[in-house]
């Protein structure tokens, strides 16, 4: 990194394979597997494979690819973390997420 830049923001990447069956999936990774669920997603309405970004604030992320043209939506706490998402040209959802400690369900204000 040159002096006087910014460090990249987004840490690391998390992909989601959404099931057709939760009770199912449950049963195979933490009963079959032997996996422990630490927290509990609802999904909302997604479908395919998303990804995940785990970064370091997904606000400013949101606000930069929307100064580009690429329609973020709104950024919304949940799972304890700031969430905003784009799709992809092939219709899969890119997520971007940091954590807060601001209450579930918080919609930014715009």
């Not at 400013?60 to 992809?88: H, L």
């Amino acid at each position: 990194m040159s002096p006087g830049q910014n460090p990249p923001n987004v840490e690391q990447a998390v992909p989601f394979f959404m099931v057709r069956s939760m009770d199912a999936s449950l049963r195979f990774y933490v009963d079959g597997l032997g996996f422990t669920m630490t927290r509990q997603w609802v999904p909302r309405g997604h479908t395919g494979v998303s990804i995940w970004f785990q970064c370091k604030d997904a606000i400013a992320i949101c606000r930069e690819v929307r100064s580009r043209g690429v329609d973020a939506k709104r950024p919304f706490v949940g799972n304890g973390m700031w969430d905003t998402s784009v799709v992809d040209t092939d219709g899969y959802s890119i997520h971007f997420e940091s954590p807060t400690d601001v209450p579930e369900e918080t919609e930014l204000e715009e």
